[in-house]
């Protein structure tokens, strides 16, 4: 009797990683591609629709030198084959969001100052991890295992005192209003 064994490799897997600057402006990619011959550079339009990322210092590297690329709209296009990605991007209102045509492991690094994983001010997308960073120049980092979507928003240490402050103002005016409602509910109205 023959036995036949089939074993299968795990294909490596896709990743980026990316850094915040210390001010949040800019976004620093550097992605491994295995096998790919496309990468989407998207952002999110007025309406939520998906429109081109303008990106400065697209370099597209294999083991032998810069790769020539054609770019149109929202698609990076290049002979398929492993390669190293980087660029950078600016970032608006503190949202990061990135689409993939593949499954990739996503890590995204926050400066000390920047936080995320609130309730309403730093919402974090779909399978997103907060946790803290492993490289010693960061404060935390946001990690998407296996995703063709990784969107989180971040804020600063500022933010959160002011939210705070706001609900509790708003708070007084809605016990003020409250009481001042059961007062003129509990006067009996007089006829003239």
Do not use: C
Not at 31 to 49: D, H, M, R, W
Not at 85 to 114: D, H, M, T, W
Not at 158 to 182: S, T
């Amino acid at each position: 009797m023959v036995l036949l064994a089939l074993f299968a490799v795990p294909a490596a897997a896709n990743s980026a990683v990316y850094f915040v600057s210390d001010d949040g402006t800019v976004l620093t990619a550097n992605a491994t591609l295995i096998n790919q011959s496309t990468f989407l550079l998207v952002k999110p339009g007025f309406l939520g629709e998906e429109v081109a990322l303008s990106v400065d210092n697209l370099t597209i590297q294999n083991e032998s030198g810069v790769v020539e690329y054609t770019q149109n709209g929202k698609t990076v296009s290049f002979p398929a084959g492993n390669y190293t990605l980087n660029y950078s991007a600016k970032i608006e209102n503190g949202l990061v969001y990135l689409k993939y045509p593949e499954p990739y492991n996503v890590s995204v690094y926050l400066p000390e100052r920047f936080q995320t994983g609130h309730l309403i001010l730093g919402t974090v997308g779909t399978g997103g991890v907060v946790s803290s960073s492993d490289n010693s120049s960061y404060g935390s980092m946001v990690t998407f295992e296996n995703t063709t979507t990784a969107s989180f928003t971040f804020y600063d240490d500022v933010r959160e005192p002011l939210l705070y402050i706001f609900l509790g103002i708003w708070g007084v005016v809605f016990i003020i209003a409250g009481i001042r409602y059961l007062r003129l509910k509990r006067k009996p109205m007089k006829d003239f």
